[in-house]
């Protein structure tokens, strides 16, 4: 039988460069920039003052609505400031500001929970939420809110998302080597919270260690019958809520709906290492592994990283830049997102620090689009990128979105592939841009 996958995608290389290296903690910083909005929807407001002394795991955002996540502090020490500092998503975001004080003095409300056997879906759910656990492949939707289907959506199976398809990221690799059994403990607990019969925990081909070691672990546990491993081809973007979901059960999911839609929850291998230490440890989430990589960057690694901790410090630790180091993205090259300085805090959602140069960079030109029919073969979502792209070239957004320009996920294949170098994913992200503010209004 040949191994799952979807239709459509792409084969770039893998720049596993750091599948290798275990995780090591990186450097304490002295002072830590942690913002108050790290997830998708709602920011938190502070929950400490300026002169405050805090703790490490104490929290130091309260979330402002359901969909959102607490947020704590990742160091001991005293608050120093309260303001807006830059953000990995662009605009300046209000963050808290803690000066390490050395001692990494925990909070007393970090104490292991009661087993997992003796917890209910209600506590663990609670846990979940109370840890500020978010997606952590990059998309940081609040873990608690998956956790909380619809009555008329029962989910019957969880689905971890263990593909890491993005080029040079290994971060959710390395927890696969080094967190088996936590992986395999956050994926039963999702499965208890949500009453689900089946756990799947799906890997790509181009990590047969990992293969190995859950297979292993599985085997050798008594009670994991309900959890398969399922071995993935690699392409990208396989790790994509909807192409995972068609790889491994092969459920489609609608246009514009979530995968609870076909009684499935996706979760990333962080989020569940993360929701097994909140149980046993009593541990939030204020630290994460990050890969620091790219041909741009002199000594990569797979880090141990305190939230709020600024990227250049990272990149410091790292030996610094190569000389020919051009373009700095935090996550992958193909949906990560391009920063302008690393003068910018690692945050939840931050999986890896990708330096390039200028071999890899890739110069964009507004050529006429030659029809090779490359980007329509390659769109997972079954879309026209070269048809949305045109249209949005000639200033037709209500075409864009007509040809639906909004079902795009941004996974930039077409940009990809496209012997023109149009910027495809470039040009759909603009018209949903406009789109959406114009819906908003
Ligand atoms: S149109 Fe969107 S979903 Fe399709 S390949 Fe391009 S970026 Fe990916
Ligand atoms: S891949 Fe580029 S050149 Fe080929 S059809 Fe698509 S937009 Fe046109």
């Known amino acids: 039988m040949g191994l799952r996958t979807f239709a459509g995608g792409v084969r770039p290389g893998h720049y596993k460069i750091t599948a290798d290296l275990p995780i090591t903690p990186a450097r304490v910083p002295e002072q830590v920039v942690i913002p108050l909005h790290q997830n998708i929807g709602a920011p938190c407001e502070p929950a400490v003052q300026v002169g405050d002394s805090v703790k490490v795991g104490q929290l130091i955002g309260t979330p402002k609505g359901f969909v959102s996540a607490p947020i704590h502090a990742s160091v001991s020490g005293k608050v120093v400031k309260i303001a807006p500092y830059n953000h990995p998503l662009g605009n300046p975001v209000e963050a808290i500001f803690i000066e390490n004080d050395g001692q990494d003095t925990p909070w007393e409300g970090m104490k292991p929970h009661k087993p997992l056997e003796e917890l209910s879906a209600d506590e663990l759910r609670k846990i979940a939420q109370e840890a500020g656990l978010v997606g952590l492949g990059g998309a940081t939707f609040p873990t608690h809110v998956k956790l909380s289907p619809p009555k008329e959506n029962p989910i019957d199976t969880v689905i971890i998302n263990a593909a890491e398809c993005e080029p040079f ?37 181009n990590k047969p260690d990992a293969i190995e070691q859950v297979s292993k672990a599985l085997a050798e546990s008594a009670g994991e019958e309900n959890i398969e491993l399922c071995i993935l081809s690699a392409k990208y973007p396989q790790g994509a809520e909807k192409m995972l979901i068609k790889a491994t059960v092969g459920r489609e999911v609608p246009p ?133 792209g045109s249209y949005v070239e000639m200033g037709l957004v209500e075409e864009a979105e007509k040809a639906g320009a909004m079902d795009c996920f941004e996974c930039g294949s077409c940009t990809y592939i496209c012997p023109a170098k149009r910027p495809l994913v470039q040009w759909i992200r603009m018209a949903k841009g406009e789109i959406a503010a114009r819906r908003k209004k």
């Open 169 to 205: 990221l290994t971060a959710d690799h390395r927890l696969l080597l080094e967190k088996t059994e936590d992986v395999i403990l956050g994926l039963r607990a999702f499965m208890k919270v949500l009453n689900a019969d089946k756990g799947i925990i799906g890997i790509e081909d």
């Open 256 to 388: 514009g709906a979530l995968p609870m839609a076909v009684n499935v929850v996706n979760q990333n291998t962080g989020t569940a290492v993360a929701m097994a230490e909140a149980i046993k440890l009593g541990k939030p989430l204020y630290e994460r592994v990050v890969t620091v990589t790219g041909p741009g960057i002199k000594k990569p690694a797979n880090l141990l990283v305190r939230v709020g901790t600024l990227v250049k410090d990272l990149i410091e630790q790292c030996g610094g830049m190569t000389d020919d180091a051009r373009k700095l993205i935090l996550g992958g090259p193909m949906m990560g997102l391009a920063q302008p300085s690393a003068d910018v805090p690692a945050i939840k959602g931050t999986s890896g620090v990708l330096l390039l140069t200028e071999k890899e960079v890739k110069q964009y030109s507004i050529v006429p689009c030659i029809k090779c029919g490359r980007c329509v073969d390659v769109c997972p979502m079954r879309l026209l990128p070269n048809l949305l």
